[in-house]
């Protein structure tokens, strides 16, 4: 099994950027697939980026461009990357795994979930 632990989240400005760090225990990390998904007050939890363990990458369209999703499979950890930050990014961020194949961009195709991290952008 995988254990996530999120951190890097924090208040900043519009424009600017935090890198989102999820780290994983567990002996198969680099078997797993990753995503990243942020729930607003309010709101569904979205897919934000997923990386599968060849690190090949997919992004929703509303990041597409501005975030970065890589994978450290040696030290165990995922990251993303988020620059040009908008107000509406404001979210708690989660990072998330699953073994399943394909490109799984829902909730409910992923096994293991961390606590998440707030990340909040004011203009």
């Known amino acids: 099994q995988v254990q996530l632990v999120e951190s890097g989240g924090g208040l900043v400005q519009a424009g600017g950027s935090l890198r989102l760090s999820c780290a994983a225990s567990?002996?198969?990390?680099?078997?797993?697939?990753m995503g990243w998904f942020r729930q607003a007050p309010g709101k569904e939890r979205e897919f934000v980026a997923f990386?599968?363990?060849?690190?090949?990458?997919y992004y929703a369209d509303s990041v597409k461009g501005r975030f970065t999703i890589s994978r450290d499979n040696a030290k165990n950890t995922v990251y993303l990357q988020m620059n040009n930050l908008k107000p509406e990014d404001t979210a708690v961020y989660y990072c998330a795994a699953t073994q399943r194949s394909g490109w799984p961009k829902g909730t409910y195709e992923y096994d293991y979930w961390g606590q998440g991290t707030q990340v909040t952008v004011s203009s």
């Open positions: 990386i599968r363990w060849d690190g090949s990458t």
């Open positions: 567990g002996r198969t990390f680099s078997s797993y697939n």
